[in-house]
């Protein structure tokens, strides 16, 4: 696709449920990232997948979170039994790897919006 | 190990003055450097990098950005603030560690445009 797509924008949950955070990258982009952004708060890392593999889940804050990529494309993040601590924008980004002199930045979708109430 | 450190949470400045935000990072290897700009309620969008070759790199919006190796610094400026400028800004470095190039975030900083 054109930019990398994120849904829902907007997530409403009720503690203790799961939810599944989805994000399209731009075709291509053998890079993704997922990173959560509190109010407030900068961007903190959460998984980064290489093609359809995860070398790097070490910012998943416990084991309620997980991830996963198929197809080197579509990647779910899925939060179980929610807290509301979860409540943040999950922003997903892509990028191509390795980086080349014209291709080196991180393109990022618009977010989802969890609120665990 | 890299990281990006970005001083001052708030920067506030009048419409014409010009915008200074700061960032220094830490980097083993040779980094990648960028600025995004956030909107509210929306995505990260790439305000200017800089890669390699010329250290005072041009970005959208009249932003402009000054790679100083020896003061491991990044500083975004503008000479002249618009109302349109008040958003969020991001420093961020990459750099090659064991293959990959994870973008580290700085905590962002509130520009905010008084008229």
């Known amino acids: 696709g054109a930019g990398v797509s994120q849904s829902p924008s907007n997530k409403v949950t009720e503690k203790g449920k799961d939810v599944e955070l989805r994000c399209d990258p731009i075709?291509?982009?053998?890079?993704l990232y997922w990173y959560r952004q509190s109010l407030g708060q900068g961007l903190e890392f959460l998984i980064y997948?290489?093609?359809?593999?995860?070398?790097?889940k070490s910012g998943l804050p416990s084991d309620r979170f997980s991830a996963e990529r198929t197809g080197g494309s579509v990647s779910t993040l899925t939060i179980q039994r929610t807290q509301q601590e979860d409540s943040a924008v999950y922003l997903c980004?892509?990028?191509?790897?390795?980086?080349?002199?014209?291709?080196?930045?991180?393109?990022f979708g618009q977010g989802t919006r969890l609120t665990v109430v | 190990a890299q990281s990006v450190t970005q001083l001052g949470s708030h920067v506030s400045v009048s419409e014409g003055a010009l915008v200074l935000l700061r960032c220094n990072y830490s980097?083993?290897?040779?980094?990648?450097l960028f600025w995004y700009v956030q909107y509210p309620n929306q995505g990260l969008q790439l305000l200017l990098k800089?890669?390699?070759?010329?250290?005072l790199v041009k970005g959208i919006n009249g932003f402009e950005a000054e790679f100083k190796k020896s003061e491991t610094s990044f500083h975004l400026t503008k000479p002249s603030a618009h109302m349109s400028d008040a958003a969020e800004y991001f420093c961020?470095?990459?750099?090659?560690?064991?293959?990959?190039?994870?973008?580290?975030f700085g905590r962002g900083t509130s520009l905010i445009v008084h008229p």
């Open positions: 997948f290489q093609g359809n593999s995860a070398p790097d």
């Open positions: 800089y890669t390699t070759g010329a250290t």
């Open positions: 980097s083993s290897v040779p980094p990648y």
């Open positions: 075709s291509g982009h053998t890079a």
């Open positions: 980004a892509s990028s191509f790897e390795p980086p080349g002199p014209k291709n080196t930045e991180a393109f």
């Open positions: 961020a470095v990459t750099s090659s560690s064991g293959g990959s190039y994870i973008p580290t």
